[in-house]
């Protein structure tokens, strides 16, 4: 299933670098949503755009910057991460908020150095 | 907000044996229930869900049961095998507004 593309896959950098996750779907979904994995944790809801709003925000720390310029294109812009952001970040959408089920990307894989 | 609550963290069965994971839930709105099996490197997938309209659904070995009262549902899995070893997720929410809130997760291992 190819419906949720994240890229890249595998990013390492270091805590002053700035880059960004690209997460594109396409199953004409209006919902989009940025989970966070950590080990032995359960994942975490992060943002959630509805037809390109940010309608949640679940406290993310403001060196995270989602930007959702149309339905089928999420960014996560990242700037200034600590070791503890080292993740994988997932990416997920579904037809609208509210509308269930959510379908996954395969996520990317994070280090912080 | 809602609160779920996952077990066993870890479950070890015989291939063939059959596997119970348990999840409890706080919200009382929460009216939607997906199962997600995650295996390593991968997305998690859902696998089976559940709506509070219903109290069991059945997809060939997976099962899914739910009691509103109690606030839990679970996962059955049956005639286990060794392709089944994954880490399961359940999840809460309420389709009013969407917001997934996941279990902790069961690391299921099942031996050939």
């Known amino acids: 299933e190819t419906g949720v593309t994240q890229t890249p896959r595998h990013l390492v950098m270091g805590m002053t670098n700035k880059k960004s996750l690209k997460c594109e779907q396409h199953l004409g979904h209006n919902a989009m949503y940025w989970y966070k994995q950590s080990a032995k944790k359960p994942l975490e809801l992060m943002f959630v755009?509805?037809?390109?709003?940010?309608?949640e925000n679940n406290s993310v720390p403001s060196r995270f910057s989602p930007e959702c310029p149309n339905s089928s294109h999420l960014f996560l812009h990242l700037h200034t991460l600590q070791p503890e952001d080292s993740a994988l970040y997932l990416c997920?959408?579904?037809?609208?908020?509210?509308?269930?089920?959510?379908?996954f990307g395969d996520g990317t894989r994070l280090s912080i150095l | 907000g809602e609160n779920v609550e996952q077990h066993p963290s870890t479950l070890s069965v015989q291939e063939g044996d059959s596997a119970v994971i348990k999840c409890t839930y706080s919200?009382?709105?929460?009216?939607?229930f997906p199962w997600y099996k995650q295996e390593l490197g991968k997305r998690p997938q859902l696998i089976i869900d559940?709506?509070?309209?219903?109290g069991e659904k059945k997809d060939q070995r997976i099962a899914v049961t739910l009691n509103k009262t109690a606030k839990h549902f679970s996962l059955h899995i049956t005639e286990t095998q060794p392709e089944d070893s994954a880490v399961y997720f359940c999840?809460?929410?309420?389709?009013?507004?969407?917001?997934?809130?996941f279990g902790q997760g069961t690391i299921l291992t099942v031996h050939p």
């Open positions: 999840a809460a929410a309420s389709t009013s507004y969407g917001k997934l809130t």
């Open positions: 997920a959408s579904s037809q609208g908020q509210g509308e269930q089920p959510q379908h």
């Open positions: 755009y509805n037809f390109k709003e940010q309608t």
């Open positions: 559940i709506r509070s309209n219903v």
């Open positions: 919200d009382s709105a929460s009216n939607y």
